[in-house]
């Protein structure tokens, strides 16, 4: 058999492009900002993970321009080598600071972040236990890691317990959960987490690529929004997010951080971030540090749009509280949800379509999110045409 003969098969991306709803791959002509030129038109972006508005800050864009010129555009090589910059070091440090951890170490991209950690951190006789609405990137460092996973169903304490109780006594245990969930835009409820981890002797790690930047002192993200910084064991973060750059971050005790470096697949055998990245995130991270009112800002735009939809009867995803910056909003099917995206982005709003497996079954979102930026004259005229669309499909 050829093993080709499965790209050959007609797979549902086929149906959506001949249906003329196929939502992927838009190409941008213009910076990542609140409006954006996407093939040719103008677009309110309410897609971006631009959480804190960066992309564009000037001086963001003069530091990665600075380190272009002065270090070249690459490093070729790993950080285990010929690759660690003066400026990975300086972003550890200053990144460790404010999160207020014993050191940090980064990696090429965030994806790759959630595979170095785990895998390493994860033994052959460990359980990693996931809350089943993780993200795929945590998922994959447990294939990567020895150990076995089990999993919990979302934001479920009990099951959770449950899973806990299963950890023979012999055997190390790490509970990994997003801090804020990409999709549903929901607050892991880490007091209750803490406490189960305290009473079965687990260990927690906290994916917050999207809580830095958005909750929390100063943006310092979901641990810190709770007053749990001291119970939570390991923080991981991306710089593609809040601040503006690619790349990720594990942050833990210094310990962890080293076993993590000299046994991290990942980390040992990727080339290092390259320098514009580097310092491009540690600008943003000062300017975040220098204006917490930025996240403040992006709260408030947050709520300012869910009220604006609620009186338009639109319905959304229920969250923790109206103030986080991903606004999910209910198609239920994946063909509605297909012709509402078109809809919306051939009237100029780019929204994201969330379709199973990402989402369950018949809970099919347009995932809406918001950057510190957005004015809430952008913000009226995109609920228009939102609610104007979800009316059209009966929505």
Do not use: W
Request: hydrophobic share 40%; proline share 4%; charged share 25%.
């Amino acid at each position: 058999m050829d093993i080709f003969e499965k790209c050959y098969r007609r797979h549902m991306a086929d149906d959506f492009l001949e249906a003329k709803i196929y939502p992927y791959f838009h190409a941008l002509e213009s910076r990542q900002d609140t409006e954006v030129i996407m093939e040719g038109k103008r677009r309110i972006m309410l897609g971006s993970n631009n959480y804190l508005g960066l992309t564009t800050h000037p001086e963001v864009i003069a530091a990665g321009v600075k380190a272009y010129q002065e270090y070249g555009s690459g490093c070729s090589g790993s950080r285990f080598l010929n690759g660690t910059l003066t400026l990975h070091l300086e972003l550890e440090e200053e990144l460790a600071r404010f999160l207020r951890k014993d050191a940090v170490m980064t990696f090429s991209t965030g994806f790759q972040s959630n595979l170095g950690i785990i895998s390493a951190i994860v033994g052959k006789n460990d359980y990693v236990i996931m809350d089943r609405e993780n993200h795929a990137s945590l998922y994959d460092g447990c294939k990567l890691s020895y150990g076995k996973m089990l999993r919990y169903r979302h934001a479920d304490m009990e099951d959770l317990e449950r899973c806990l109780k299963a950890v023979p006594e012999t055997a190390g245990a790490l509970i990994v959960t997003d801090g804020v969930f990409s999709m549903g835009g929901d607050i892991a409820n880490l007091p209750d987490i803490c406490g189960l981890a305290e009473k079965y002797g687990a260990r927690i790690m906290v994916d917050d690529a999207h809580g830095l930047g958005v909750l929390g002192e100063g943006g310092r993200g979901t641990a810190s929004y709770f007053g749990l910084e001291d119970k939570v064991d390991i923080y991981m973060g991306t710089f593609s997010k809040s601040l503006a750059s690619l790349g990720g971050y594990m942050a833990a005790s210094e310990r962890v951080i080293f076993y993590t470096r000299h046994c991290s697949r990942p980390y040992i055998f990727s080339a290092s971030m390259p320098p514009a990245n580097c310092a491009a995130a540690l600008t943003a991270l000062r300017i975040l540090e220098a204006q917490p009112g930025l996240s403040e800002k992006l709260r408030e735009n947050a709520c300012y749009m869910r009220e604006r939809l609620r009186e338009k009867g639109v319905k959304m995803r229920q969250s923790f509280g109206d103030f986080i910056p991903i606004i999910p909003i209910y198609t239920y099917e994946p063909e509605p949800t297909l012709r509402v995206t078109t809809k919306l982005y051939d009237r100029g709003v780019y929204v994201n379509s969330s379709l199973p497996p990402a989402v369950a079954p018949h809970e099919c979102l347009i995932r809406t999110s918001l950057m510190a930026s957005h004015t809430h004259e952008l913000i009226d005229e995109a609920v228009e045409i939102i609610a104007e669309v979800l009316k059209e499909e009966n929505i």
